[in-house]
């Protein structure tokens, strides 16, 4: 058997449902001391978290991945069990396949050879791991990266094995994500009769106007690399339950994903504005999930690109759409970031799935990129 679709197999055996990492980092680092990586365990409240270095030379190259994943749903609507990988018409089918244990087990893999095929390469290689990303990710990435920053260990390069790619592999890199703003906003009113709408004021009513003009407000035209930035309701409560009660607030929820022509400060500017213009009595939470980040050129771009044209023939779309990924945390430090790595089609969908030939290419394109690196740098 191939040793990446055996690892990724081992993996989807053990049921890492967020924040529960289930054995996967010490699977993965008996993988990876073998090959002479130190193993560092950064762990925080629930979350567990894997540095992985081998070497102490720049530049230092990161692959960062999660080992966590999300629930499976009705297991019942599987076409086998989730935690059972399973083979089908050459598709490897199981939970995490795709998001993201099939671009570890690649990690693993690419490792192995480069290793020991170049055992003095230059520079130094890590592995940052956690359980935290499918989920709330407050104790995960963010925090390690917090702690090598104290101790001045720069991250130059980091590759994320998020599944990229949309119809082929090799046909998407990720240079960069979208910024996430949330927010919670509590309209007040003054609960009533609503045989007596003169002695309440319904705020459902009165924030009719805002919402319209909130979900048709123009944020930006994007540039280049990004689209123009939305937002999007995702929320909204009020009500005791009654028919005959109006309500005294208005819970809303919402999210903008934006470009780097804005930041949080402008977008909350801006929804104030609009709160001031209706007239609104109100508080707003915020919450930033993760600021835009863009690697436009450099090394590791050029790398990746020239790898994923060698092994598949490709030349690869760049772009910087999806979610957020935990890329959000490295690229403040300074480090170039990408993500490649599997088809997203199934991710978090009930069969998820991957082409089993799509693993070995996988590890091939990573090693590649370990080459062009690494053996060549002079930096």
């Avoid at 130190?38 to 409240?45: F, G």
């Avoid at 009500?239 to 999210?255: C, K, R, S, W, Y």
């Amino acid at each position: 058997m191939d040793r990446t679709l055996f690892l990724v197999q081992e993996l989807v055996k053990l049921e890492s449902i967020t924040p529960n990492d289930a054995g996967c980092q010490d699977f993965i680092s008996a993988c990876l001391t073998s090959c002479g990586f130190t193993h560092e365990q950064m762990d925080y409240v629930d979350t567990k978290n894997s540095w992985y270095r081998r070497g102490t030379a720049k530049p230092l190259f990161v692959f960062l991945g999660h080992t966590d994943v999300v629930p499976v749903g009705d297991p019942s609507c599987w076409l086998s069990p989730p935690f059972m990988p399973t083979i089908t018409n050459d598709r490897l089918f199981g939970r995490g396949v795709a998001d993201m244990k099939g671009a570890i087990a690649a990690f693993i893999v690419a490792v192995e050879r480069f290793v020991k095929a170049f055992p003095d390469h230059q520079g130094s290689i890590a592995m940052l791991l956690t359980s935290d990303e499918e989920g709330i990710a407050t104790n995960g990435v963010v925090k390690v990266v917090e702690q090598l920053e104290q101790r001045h260990e720069k991250i130059d390069w980091c590759l994320v094995g998020e599944p990229s790619c949309k119809n082929n592999l090799g046909d998407v890199l990720r240079v960069g994500r979208r910024g996430s703003l949330c927010a919670k906003l509590t309209i007040y009113g003054v609960q009533g009769h609503v045989a007596y709408p003169d002695l309440a004021e319904n705020p459902i009513h009165t924030c009719a106007p805002f919402l319209q003009a909130l979900a048709n407000e123009s944020w930006d035209q994007g540039n280049t690399f990004f689209p123009p930035s939305r937002l999007q309701i995702s929320n909204i409560h009020s009500g005791t339950g009654a028919e005959n009660v109006i309500p005294g607030e208005l819970q809303i929820q919402f999210n903008i994903r934006f470009s780097t022509e804005l930041n949080e400060h402008i977008i909350k500017q801006r929804v104030d504005e609009l709160l001031t213009k209706f007239a609104l009595k109100h508080d707003i939470e915020w919450r930033l999930s993760g600021q835009p980040f863009l690697t436009e050129a450099g090394e590791l771009v050029a790398a990746t690109e020239l790898a994923i044209k060698k092994i598949t023939g490709i030349k690869v779309l760049k772009d910087t759409g999806g979610g957020t990924s935990d890329g959000r945390f490295i690229a403040p430090t300074g480090a170039q970031v990408v993500e490649f790595g599997l088809l997203n089609e199934t991710i978090h969908k009930i069969n998820e799935n991957i082409l089993v030939t799509d693993l070995a290419l996988l590890a091939d394109i990573y090693e590649q990129i370990l080459i062009n690196l690494l053996l060549k740098s002079t930096k």
